[in-house]
RNA sequence: CGCGGGGUAGAGCAGUCUGGUAGCUCAUCAGGCUCAUAACCUGAAGGUCGGAGGUUCAAAUCCUCCCCCCGCAACCA
């Protein structure tokens, strides 16, 4: 089995927040989950560095382009190690296979490509367009005095593909995902589709168009074209192809209609295979109010993971709220979830039964179980397998919720089983509920690994499990000593 | 009349398609247990289901009207 997973590239015009962190958590869950799942996994990230706004940055911050991208690009790319990224690769759309990969997409796309003039409301202090709504009294909304401009552009025939776009969302009803954004974008093409200006010649901050001498590529060809680069176009026709089929792109709901109109549009313009689903994730609040630098409320990745620890934020932005909505983001809300959850509940599960085995001089396994101990037993290895159709789904925090379900279950299984009386009546009964207890704990970890990798190493270490394929889960447990547990979530 | 989603216990949500005693998580209160990170387990209280009208033996659920909130509405990464 393939699997492919992409994050969005950042655009290098803004330092990294939990926005972004959280996209790319999104995407190394699905890529750690398939990797344990026995997939063969591509997993890319990386930035976006051409535009305009980036080469205004740059001379703002009076630097050379190259050098303040280059900077800008670190940053995320630490980010990634700050949150414990899987990926395969980090890719920047001013490396040399990108430009020749863009290119290379665009001569394909050629029979799409018109030369026309492209016009508008330009407003020269911004240096961009300014569509009509936001002209008021012959002002951009930053004040600047605008101009009507007309300037020759290369254009895609966008509208040819307003009908074959529909009937892909028609025939394939989970290419956008969730079912309200798709919604969005099917009634957004219903509207009609204007052609699209690919070309811009105003700045020279981007990928040069072949034969065109003066213009640049528009930056969404350049950036979207960023998943196949990596991928290893355009010689790797093959695998390009063979993993984009079963590809999942995780982006911000706020580049939706790139990914899920303009994408799909470019690949069948150039005859190359369409991803597999575009997975489109909500915003995060910060506090009840919107993030922004004013406020001053901003979540800055590093220092809420020195604070809380990475497993506990990548475990909190996948429980609180459901993958693809809006959440907001609160430290009572991380400590409550730190808390409860992680430290009542599933810390001290692992932490009850295994210094519980520790303490009678390790496990005796039994799997002659009973009806008292079957029904844990069962949940515990049929746990990958319904959180496999979720994941397949996106729904993390659905998958989150069915581990939840077997630790509370499995905490229970405690307070009824009482091991601790079992250890002076019967031998017997004490080992049939340790084992399937052990079973349990094990297929948690497992359950977790994606989404708390350094957790699920801790768990996977205390029980003598490898912890690198699901399959070790059908493997029963013999008997031995396991090192000693120490506290995963200790308190303060 | 631009398109779409939503308004259900203090908070966040499920239930609405296929009408029939209103459910989950957290918070609150009481009890149980004591292996464990003062953790865990059980039970209780709490809602005129946005408003009004209608259909029906019966409406959160179907119909009509109204009020409120939120997305999308192209060159913005």
């Known amino acids: 089995m393939k699997f492919c997973v992409t994050t969005p590239i950042y655009y290098i015009n803004g330092e990294p927040h939990i926005g972004h962190a959280y996209a790319s958590i999104a995407a190394d869950i699905l890529a750690r989950f398939r990797r344990l799942d026995g997939s063969e996994v591509h997993f890319s990230t990386g930035t976006d560095e051409h535009g305009i706004k980036v080469a205004r940055s740059a001379e703002t911050a009076s630097m050379d382009v190259h050098k303040f991208s280059d900077l800008m690009s670190q940053g995320f790319r630490d980010l990634g190690k700050l949150i414990n990224l899987s990926q395969d690769d980090f890719i920047r759309t001013t490396e040399e296979r990108h430009i020749l990969s863009s290119q290379k997409l665009w001569r394909l796309m050629a029979d799409d490509i018109y030369k026309g003039s492209y016009s508008g ?12 709504e936001d002209v008021v009294d012959g002002k951009a909304p930053s004040g600047a005095p605008v101009e009507w401009m007309e300037e020759e552009s290369y254009f895609f025939r966008l509208s040819a593909y307003q009908d074959k776009l529909l009937e892909l969302y028609e025939k394939n009803p989970d290419f956008i995902a969730p079912v309200s954004r798709r919604n969005e974008v099917i009634s957004f093409v219903k509207g009609g589709l204007k052609d699209l200006s690919i070309s811009r010649s105003k700045f020279d901050w981007g990928i040069p168009i072949p034969n065109a001498p003066g213009h640049v590529m528009y930056v969404w060809i350049d950036a979207l074209a960023n998943y196949i680069t990596s991928l290893g176009f355009p010689e790797n026709t093959h695998r390009v192809s063979e993993m984009m089929a079963n590809c999942v792109h995780v982006v911000g709901k706020e580049i939706l209609r790139f990914h899920a109109v303009y994408w799909p549009a470019f690949l069948m313009s150039a005859g190359l295979t369409l991803p597999k689903r575009i997975f489109a994730h909500g ?8 993030m922004s630098k004013s406020i001053g409320n901003v979540v800055d990745p590093q220092k809420t993971i020195e604070k809380y620890g990475l497993d506990s934020v990548r475990y909190f932005l996948f429980r609180e709220i459901r993958f693809g909505e809006d959440g907001d983001f609160s430290e009572k809300a991380l400590q409550q979830r730190i808390s409860y959850d992680l430290a ?12 519980f085995i520790q303490k009678i001089g390790g496990l005796r396994v ?6 008292a101990e079957m029904p844990l037993f069962e949940d515990s290895r049929n746990l990958v397998e319904k959180l496999r159709i979720l994941v397949d789904k996106q729904d993390l925090h659905g998958a989150l919720i069915e581990i939840w379900k077997l630790v509370s279950a499995s905490n229970k299984f405690v307070n009824d089983m009482r091991p601790w009386e079992l250890a002076r009546e019967d031998d017997n009964r004490l080992n049939l509920v340790l084992t399937a207890l052990c079973e349990s704990l094990r297929a948690i970890a497992f359950g977790i690994a994606p989404f708390m990798p350094d957790t699920a190493r801790k768990i996977f270490d205390f029980m003598n499990v490898e912890g690198k394929s699901f399959k070790e889960i059908e ?4 008997d031995q000593v396991f090192p000693s547990p120490f506290l995963l979530f200790p308190r303060e």
Request: zero cysteines.
């Open 121 to 132: 409301w330009y407003s020269a202090r911004d240096e961009e367009y300014v569509s009509e």
């Open 283 to 290: 915003w995060w609040t910060s506090e009840g109010q919107k």
């Open 475 to 478: 493997a029963n447990f013999s």
């Open 366 to 371: 039994n799997y002659d179980f009973t009806d």
């Open 344 to 355: 009542n509940d599933l810390g001290n599960l692992v932490q009850r039964v295994l210094a």
